[in-house]
């Protein structure tokens, strides 16, 4: 069966994963809507221009008076939201065939809200996905589906973003089906909730007493959708792109540089030497 879908995305990896699902299982995305200007993804229009020429897109904050009447005018079957930061009302719930859905990197219920690689930063081992009925409130409607991976080799933004990728698109693959055939999904245990409230100043900046492993997996949370890692070094603030485990023996201090290069440097952790690379 071939499907109408109107996607709800302000963020290009986003749109990709709605994109790609549709593409490989014949379905129709009739529709795009995004945010203008500036959202915590980025800015919208560079969004736009990664956009296909022949797509349609809408460009609007107004879900209600704007987004509504013209998602309804393309009478889809399945809305798919995928980093998407706002409250869908209602009147856009109301209108798709088999209903609406949202794509969360995250082990629903753990993880709700706007910084779900939170619980990477402060200690989780997995990196998960779930894809669930968009319900009133953020990431709480029944799971259609969900898969949990330990952390990537790639221990950086780069590498988590490509394991949420795989993992939401098996998601899709197996939530859209039960969506259709009228399944209602497995509901959210709230005893088993949790939330993923915006990093703070101080938790961008690392810490480099602490375990290499600590170190990058918080670099690697706070790097997902940009480079946001940082760290206090010859006595000034620098941007920390990515790091990388250095194979050799250091009796140094915690915190100490090793060695200093172009574009970055190498220092002693708690355990072992770390390479950082600089924004």
């Not at 109107?6 to 593409?23: D, M, Q």
């Not at 910084?115 to 779930?130: H, K, M, N, S, W």
């Not at 795989?166 to 909730?193: F, I, K, M, N, Y």
Request: aromatic share 4%.
């Amino acid at each position: 069966m071939s499907l109408r879908i109107v996607g709800l995305n302000a963020f290009l990896p986003g749109f990709r994963l709605v994109h790609e699902f549709a593409e490989r299982n014949g379905h129709e995305l009739a529709l795009v809507v995004t945010l203008p200007q500036t959202t915590r993804y980025g800015a919208a229009d560079p969004m736009v221009m990664g956009l296909p020429d022949d797509l349609n897109v809408l460009i609007t904050r107004k879900l209600r008076t704007v987004a509504a009447p013209v998602i309804a005018a393309m009478q889809p079957d399945v809305v798919i939201s995928a980093a998407f930061p706002r409250l869908i009302p209602r009147e856009i719930l109301d209108i798709p065939k088999y209903g609406a859905i949202n794509c969360h990197p995250s082990p629903l219920p753990a993880g709700r809200g706007p910084t779900p690689q939170r619980l990477i930063y402060e200690g989780d081992e997995r990196v998960a996905a779930t894809v669930h009925r968009t319900a009133a409130e953020f990431d709480t409607g029944a799971i259609l589906a969900q898969r949990i991976a330990p952390l990537p080799d790639d221990l950086n933004g780069t590498g988590l973003m490509e394991s949420w990728r795989t993992l939401l698109s098996e998601c899709l693959d197996e939530a859209v089906p039960r969506l259709v055939a009228g399944d209602p999904g497995d509901p959210q245990d709230p005893a088993a909730a949790s939330e993923a409230p915006l990093f703070t100043d101080a938790e961008r900046v690392l810490d480099l007493t602490e375990r290499s492993r600590v170190i990058r997996r918080k670099a690697a949370a706070l790097n997902v959708t940009a480079p946001s890692a940082q760290v206090h070094l010859d006595g000034a603030t620098h941007l920390v792109t990515r790091t990388d485990l250095v194979d050799t023996d250091s009796t140094a201090a915690p915190g100490s540089v090793l060695e200093q290069h172009a574009d970055g440097w190498t220092v002693q952790t708690a355990d072992r030497p770390l390479r950082l690379t600089r924004g």
